[in-house]
């Protein structure tokens, strides 16, 4: 026997009376979330995707929002990343952005009423790989003293390299003498070096003079960095930037360096009767050496300092300004300040990920390789 929809709605009228429910509740349970259908992901770049869907219900009150979801991980929901495309019902197209290259992402369509928020079906996209990069400087720490006869060696081999190739960036660490800064020997330990000379490139390996390996090491990096230093009264006003090419999971640190030119000083030399050595007949010690590149103040923590993970990922940039100050004009010109970005943890941490410096007056900006 069928029962008139008369009867039905009467009946369910005196169940909602006798058990006093309010017209807000009365409302949920005649109401339901809407029906979302997801259409395909297309005009996939390395960093977005076009996208879309179709609320087809309404499930009984106002489609207040829609759009899609996304994540890396599956089932995305509106509490990961999403687009809002109006609302009501019909159709709808969607633009994602902020996305990181050649990284598969998961993506659903969405719509939300008073109700509650509904899904639709699931797919997943992969991104372009990134074609930005940037030219390579290598960084190389030369571990150093004026009381080390055998650094003339490491000096000559530094001194070499600048004559062939000029795609490193070069920082003199100096070791109980009198150009020390004090946090030299917590870098120099730190990597477990015991003696010097030591030459560390881009902190990863030790280097020995061969011109090659540097070479090597200056493939085309995913990121890069811009640096601007001006020099007013007595103090300098840097502004370093750094560029992305993809993210980085385990984080990035900047460290910027000041550097300083021209410090006179006599430099140990066993190499004086050593006729096959760039020192030979120099004297021991050379007298009056002039010593450059020599670190004397940073503007970061002497291991760098982590940059916000927000500001890190394809084609974002990062800008930080810092100012040395008490510093003596006539200096202005034997000054230079280095910025370098290094690995905050995994496998590769600490090791160099680009490097630059420039001198008083100088503006640098991103080298980005064609």
Same mark, same amino acid.
């Given at each position: 026997?069928?029962?008139?929809?008369?009867?039905?709605?009467?009946?369910?009228?005196?169940?909602?009376?006798?058990?006093?429910?309010?017209?807000? @509740?009365?409302?949920?349970?005649?109401?339901?979330?809407?029906?979302?259908?997801?259409?395909?992901?297309?005009?996939?770049?390395?960093?977005?995707?076009?996208?879309?869907?179709?609320?087809? +219900?309404?499930?009984?009150?106002?489609?207040?929002? +829609?759009?899609?979801?996304?994540?890396?991980?599956?089932?995305?929901?509106?509490?990961?990343?999403?687009?809002?495309?109006?609302?009501?019902?019909?159709?709808?197209? !969607?633009?994602?952005?902020?996305?990181?290259?050649?990284?598969?992402?998961?993506?659903?369509?969405?719509?939300?009423?008073?109700?509650?928020?509904?899904?639709?079906?699931?797919?997943?996209? !992969?991104?372009?790989?990134?074609?930005?990069?940037?030219?390579?400087?290598?960084?190389?720490?030369?571990?150093?003293?004026?009381?080390?006869?055998?650094?003339? +060696?490491?000096?000559?081999?530094?001194?070499?390299?600048?004559?062939?190739?000029?795609?490193?960036?070069?920082?003199?660490?100096?070791?109980?003498?009198?150009?020390?800064?004090?946090?030299?020997?917590?870098?120099?330990?730190?990597?477990?070096?015991?003696?010097?000379?030591?030459?560390?490139?881009? +902190?990863?390996?030790?280097?020995?003079?061969?011109?090659?390996?540097?070479? $090597?090491?200056?493939?085309?990096?995913?990121?890069?960095?811009?640096?601007?230093?001006?020099?007013?009264?007595?103090?300098?006003?840097?502004?370093?930037?750094?560029?992305?090419?993809?993210?980085?999971?385990?984080?990035?640190?900047?460290?910027?360096?000041?550097? @300083?030119?021209?410090?006179?000083?006599?430099?140990?030399?066993?190499?004086?009767?050593?006729?096959?050595?760039?020192?030979?007949?120099?004297?021991?010690?050379?007298?009056?050496?002039?010593?450059?590149?020599?670190?004397?103040?940073?503007?970061?923590?002497?291991?760098? $300092?982590?940059?916000?993970?927000?500001?890190?990922?394809?084609?974002?940039?990062?800008?930080?300004?810092?100012?040395?100050?008490?510093?003596?004009?006539?200096?202005?010109?034997?000054?230079?300040?280095?910025?370098?970005?290094?690995?905050?943890?995994?496998?590769?941490?600490?090791?160099?990920?680009?490097?630059?410096?420039?001198?008083?007056?100088?503006?640098?900006?991103?080298?980005?390789?064609?």
């Amino acid at each position: 026997m069928k029962i008139s929809g008369i009867v039905v709605a009467a009946s369910v009228a005196v169940l909602l009376f006798a058990f006093g429910c309010t017209k807000s @509740e009365q409302a949920q349970l005649t109401n339901s979330v809407p029906a979302v259908e997801s259409h395909s992901i297309s005009n996939i770049t390395a960093t977005t995707a076009s996208g879309g869907g179709y609320v087809s +219900r309404d499930g009984g009150s106002a489609v207040t929002a +829609r759009g899609l979801c996304w994540s890396t991980a599956q089932q995305p929901k509106v509490s990961d990343s999403k687009s809002v495309d109006g609302s009501g019902m019909g159709s709808f197209t !969607s633009t994602i952005t902020g996305l990181n290259p050649g990284t598969t992402y998961y993506v659903r369509a969405y719509a939300t009423n008073s109700t509650g928020t509904s899904y639709g079906s699931q797919s997943s996209f !992969s991104t372009a790989a990134s074609n930005l990069k940037f030219e390579k400087n290598v960084l190389v720490e030369q571990y150093t003293g004026t009381w080390c006869g055998y650094c003339t +060696r490491a000096i000559a081999q530094i001194d070499n390299l600048h004559n062939v190739n000029q795609k490193f960036v070069h920082i003199a660490l100096h070791l109980s003498d009198a150009m020390t800064f004090s946090q030299n020997s917590s870098l120099f330990s730190s990597f477990g070096f015991t003696g010097v000379p030591t030459v560390h490139a881009d +902190r990863a390996s030790t280097w020995n003079g061969n011109v090659t390996a540097i070479v $090597d090491m200056q493939i085309p990096a995913d990121a890069g960095l811009a640096i601007n230093v001006v020099g007013s009264g007595t103090s300098v006003s840097v502004t370093a930037q750094a560029k992305f090419a993809k993210s980085f999971p385990d984080g990035v640190k900047m460290s910027v360096y000041m550097l @300083e030119d021209g410090i006179v000083a006599n430099q140990t030399n066993y190499y004086n009767t050593d006729p096959s050595h760039a020192f030979y007949g120099k004297g021991n010690p050379v007298p009056n050496f002039i010593h450059n590149n020599v670190l004397t103040k940073i503007g970061t923590d002497m291991f760098g $300092d982590l940059i916000p993970a927000a500001e890190v990922g394809a084609g974002k940039v990062y800008s930080r300004s810092f100012t040395f100050s008490n510093i003596s004009a006539d200096k202005f010109s034997k000054l230079k300040v280095v910025a370098f970005l290094t690995h905050n943890s995994g496998s590769k941490q600490k090791q160099v990920i680009n490097a630059v410096a420039a001198s008083v007056g100088q503006n640098k900006g991103f080298v980005e390789l064609p």
